[in-house]
């Protein structure tokens, strides 16, 4: 694994820019994946995500500024991407949760979903979240972010964070209490 400093250089030397990419790539993939995929839940749309994801990083490279880690400027635009993706996505079918598929069938419908019946339900409960809280309760319970963390890739205060998280908390609590 190649530190973001050694990285940066590679990506701000066009002798070995494409080299540093591919690094980029490879190191950071997997935990990008799942960010995204904890947010729209659905493997083809993560994966499809995380192409733009990569795409976007490519081309803004030298709009990076290094004031933040190059993670935390990955995940932003992750996230940002996902986010954009869900209002695409409700924009465009402008159906009612009623008449959707529901979340459970499609998760055990998903070839690549492991879970058992509780994890359903608690991704049932998450996916009715309104985004923004979808977003900070996926990153701070599935990921284990500190709110320090959330708040520069959310680019929101801590308080707000926690605000989001604690109504969050309570949704899926009282979701999960049904079952």
Request: hydrophobic share 40%; aromatic share 10%.
């Given at each position: ?49 995380l ?5 976007k ?65 608690l991704?049932?409960?998450v ?21 320090s ?31």
């Open positions: 694994m190649i530190k973001d400093k050694e990285l940066l250089e590679m990506l701000s030397d066009p002798k070995t820019q494409r080299a540093g990419f591919t690094v980029l790539v490879s190191q950071y993939s997997e935990t990008l994946y799942w960010k995204i995929r904890n947010i729209v839940l659905n493997h083809d749309d993560a994966d499809d995500i192409q733009n994801v990569f795409i990083a490519w081309t803004n490279l030298a709009t990076f500024q290094g004031k933040s880690s190059l993670s935390t400027w990955l995940y932003r635009i992750a996230i940002n991407e996902a986010l954009d993706f869900l209002r695409k996505k409700k924009l465009s079918t402008q159906v009612s949760a009623d008449d959707e598929p529901g979340i459970a069938s499609r998760l055990l419908a998903d070839e690549y979903f492991d879970g058992d019946e509780i994890q359903v339900h991704q049932e409960a996916a009715l979240l309104p985004d923004v809280q979808r977003t900070v309760f996926t990153l701070k319970y599935f990921d284990n972010m500190k709110y963390e959330i708040s520069k890739i959310l680019s929101t205060s801590e308080g707000a964070l926690k605000a989001s998280y604690h109504l969050a908390v309570k949704k899926i609590t009282e979701f999960l209490q049904k079952y």
